[in-house]
């Protein structure tokens, strides 16, 4: 079955700390894989998004993400958070022809004066 | 427009009701994708529209949600006579091609609907 494994419902995490958040999947074809980010009452903006090529996918904000294929995993990093990072994360995959993406449930990041 | 825009942004309504959501896309995106965030759910997708024509309907919970798309633009997702478990932001997406993660859905901020 088709789906996508984020493990922490709540991350809290001090200001200027680093990041990482998981992702894992299980995707019978080749997955695309993205991260989005949702602040309070916004819709979902892109973060960054890995098709194929290098593994380590640089995304806006800072961001970074991983694509570990033995481990199925796509977790997102960031080296020094920023209160304005406080929000949910959301790990999606989906193929090449399919254009319906599944999605995790969500990490909630606090972050710590 | 310039991004997806949804209204209402909350609704509130009565059992047995109906509602609409309207959905205006990013002018010159075919794509667009209706999804439901529930709390503390990852968004469950309802239906994708390329154009007017809506392939896959396969996510609309019942016979009570419908959809429709004009003028391969503004897109309304109707549901009638509402349930408590209707209850959940509506997201809207649209995209540029039909394969939405080659180009990236660009998201609305939402219809937050409640029936009480």
């Known amino acids: 079955a088709q789906s996508v494994t984020q493990p922490d419902i709540h991350i809290t995490v001090s200001e200027g700390a680093s990041l990482e958040l998981r992702c894992n999947y299980s995707y019978g074809a080749t997955p695309y894989l993205f991260w989005y980010v949702q602040s309070p009452g916004q819709g979902l903006q892109l973060l960054l998004k890995?098709?194929?090529?290098d593994t380590l996918v640089q995304g806006i904000k800072g961001f970074e993400a991983e694509f570990k294929r033995s481990q199925s995993s796509f977790n997102l990093r960031k080296p020094s958070v920023h209160w304005s990072d406080a929000a949910e994360y959301f790990c999606?995959?989906?193929?090449?022809?399919?254009?319906?993406?599944?999605w995790g449930a969500g990490t909630k990041l606090i972050i710590k004066p | 427009g310039a991004g997806v825009s949804q209204s209402p942004s909350n609704k509130v309504t009565e059992k047995g009701k109906d509602v609409e959501l309207r959905c205006d896309p990013i002018?010159?995106?075919?794509?667009l994708y209706w999804y439901r965030q529930s709390l503390g759910q990852g968004l469950e997708f309802l239906i994708y529209f390329q154009g007017n024509s809506a392939p896959d309907k396969s996510g609309l919970p019942s016979d009570r949600f419908s959809a429709e798309r004009t003028g391969g633009s503004v897109s309304t997702l109707t549901i009638q006579r509402t349930q408590q478990e209707d209850s959940a932001v509506y997201l809207c997406a649209s995209s540029l091609g039909s394969a939405g993660q080659d180009y990236g859905y660009t998201f609305g901020s939402g219809t937050r609907l409640t029936v009480v």
């Open positions: 002018s010159g995106h075919t794509a």
């Open positions: 999606a995959v989906g193929g090449q022809s399919n254009y319906q993406l599944i």
């Open positions: 890995y098709f194929s090529g």
